[in-house]
Nanobody, 118 residues
């Protein structure tokens, strides 16, 4: 099981960009799938993006498709979420999650707040 720490959140204006990072500890990061989720007072947890262990497969929620890009650097045990053209409705606490593909997400970060003002 890996330990995850997110960073990169903040307060931005609509249309701005942010890049979130997810630093993983442990030597198994390259063997786990990773995803980003977000939580708002209205939605308990919402899927944002997914990336396979080797980075070759990605999927996105319709609400962020074309604006967000998930990536990973297995050599540096870090995952990323590049967020462009941010909207006020993207305001949320963002979490990265990881785990073996056959088990699911058994590791979660503490979350990083993203606030987008209009």
């Amino acid at each position: 099981q890996v330990q995850l720490v997110e960073s990169g959140g903040g307060l931005v204006q609509a249309g701005d960009s942010l890049r979130l990072s997810c630093a993983a500890s442990g030597r198994t990061f390259s063997s786990v799938v990773m995803a980003w989720f977000r939580r708002t007072p209205e939605k308990e947890r919402e899927f944002v993006a997914y990336i396979s262990a080797d980075g070759g497969t990605t999927t996105y929620a319709d609400s962020v498709k074309g604006r967000f890009t998930i990536s990973r650097d297995n050599a540096h045990n870090t995952g990323y979420l590049q967020m462009n053209s941010l909207k006020p409705e993207d305001t949320a606490v963002y979490y990265c999650a990881a785990g073996p593909a056959h088990i699911g997400y058994n590791s979660w970060g503490q979350g990083t707040q993203v606030t987008v003002s209009s």
